[in-house]
């Protein structure tokens, strides 16, 4: 294994009540890295990334965060630590304004300096004083991400990040993500093959809650190899 | 209906109200955030009527009493938190609501062995009447309405201008969301469930001299209590008050018009608004766990 790992996730196992969902799955994050992660809908993606984390206990397994242990430790421990989980639900607080959304996003870390959200952002600069419920599904997802950025994060795990947006939208978003990636590693859960072959150095392969395969080969990933397990 | 009957009935049923969105106001906040239905608010609610009794005996004033009984209602709540709800928080709604049951019967136990079976007397703090359009109302009624008042706009501004405040919002709305944001939501819900059991303390402390005090006190208002959070909408400050007057006026007006009304009418009341609406008047679409 090489020794630049940042995340590292081994043999994982997870369930809801009786029902496994996850089997055995090992992944890993380098630094500074793009990883997707891609399958059906159903296939554990998402479980995946809630359970690194924190919101899902394993059965099994570990996930260790820069040499440290992630397992038994609260999600909001885990978000000050530095590895943030944006759901796929788009859901912003919507009886707060966008001001607002932001000033919870900093006040974990204490971290106000704004200007590297709407850097990636500008659109947020103007909505400041709207309530977050009035913004549309591409601002919502800008400011879930923007409010993830507060207090520097070096893991982003981002669930579905652009279902049911507009094309243009999805574009901006690609940027973003390629940008971010020079400060944070991302691991991204996407159905979206032309995202993934665009911004990705490394797609998982899940299937019925197993890695069934890992592409690191670029071309391989260009082609839209990763087709075949949707 | 004689004028002078009817202002008397408006100021009364203001006062109940406003007792009742204290009380509320704790059980709807815990709902709202925790999923957790808090019935020992009812219990901090007799223990600060008591303990406005007791200092009231030992100091001579009333108001010292409201103090100590916010004060002693906010630590047991303090104490009730961290040492049960903090255990049980994930488990399911029954099991937590179930619980707080239970804190209440034993705290009413305790109550009844330390202070006795028989209700006990609280005066009014202030014996002064003032007159609106001819009638002759106890300014101390109008003063527990002018409290309640207060405090809605207290925590208005401490749920909309603190940090504080608008992260127990947004966890009202979603909780894991607030969690994935780094913040310790259990802080958030100890914060909560103090602010509820001293609010809970101050309307018993402000309702003991209106009424007497006596061990079943928390009991004897549950029913209105929950009618309020419900027909205010869960987890809306202002629905609370709102419904905390309606259902004041509803039970005072409706004693005048016709006695039975008192007990049965608020739950008419209640019955019609969920049909319209069934989240209550202010109660959020949103509301998820």
Known sequence: ?230 | MDTQLLISGVIFGLSIGSVFFLLAIGLSLCFGLMRIISLDQLLYYAIGAYITYALFRSTGSVWIGVLGGMVISGLVAFGVERFIFLRIYERDITFTMIASFGILIAGVGAIKYVWGLAPLPVPSPIGAMATILGTEIPVYRLVVIVISILVYVGIWAFLNKTITGKAIRAGIEDIEHVEGLGINVYKLFTTTFIIAGVLSGLAGGLHAPLIMVDPQMGLEVLPFVFMVVIIGGLGSIKGTLVSAFIVGQVISLGAIIYGPLAQMAPFAIMLLILLIKPTGLYGSKLLKR
Not at chain 1, 64 to 73: D, E, K, P
Not at chain 1, 163 to 187: D, H, M, R, W, Y
Request: with cysteine; hydrophobic share 40%.
């Open chain 1, 1 to 230: 294994m090489p020794t630049d790992e940042l995340l590292v996730v081994d043999d994982l196992n997870v369930a809801y009540g009786e029902s496994k969902v996850l089997f055995d799955v090992s992944i890993h994050i380098r630094a500074n890295e793009i990883v997707s992660c891609v399958g059906r809908n159903g296939a554990g993606k998402s479980t995946l990334l809630k359970t690194i984390g924190g919101f899902i206990k394993p059965t099994t397994g570990s996930i260790m965060f820069a040499n440290t242990s992630l397992v038994g430790i609260k999600s909001y421990n885990i978000a000050k630590m530095g590895l943030k989980y944006i759901p796929q639900d788009k859901k912003v607080f919507s009886d707060l304004t966008v001001r607002e959304n932001l000033e919870l996003g900093s006040y974990a870390t204490q971290d106000y300096n704004w200007d590297k959200v709407t850097e990636y952002f500008p659109k947020l600069k103007s909505l400041m004083e709207r309530k977050a419920g009035y913004l549309s599904g591409g601002e919502r997802q800008m400011l879930m991400i923007g409010r993830a950025l507060l207090g520097d994060p070096q893991v982003l795990l981002v669930d579905e990040p652009t279902e049911g947006l507009a094309p243009s939208i999805v574009t901006q978003l690609q940027n973003v993500f390629l940008e971010l990636s020079k400060k944070t590693a991302l691991v991204i859960v996407e159905q979206n093959l032309s995202l993934v072959s665009a911004i990705s150095e490394r797609v998982y392969a899940v299937k019925e809650g197993r890695v069934v395969h890992e592409i690191s080969d670029e071309s391989d990933i260009k082609s839209n190899v990763c087709e075949q397990f949707l």
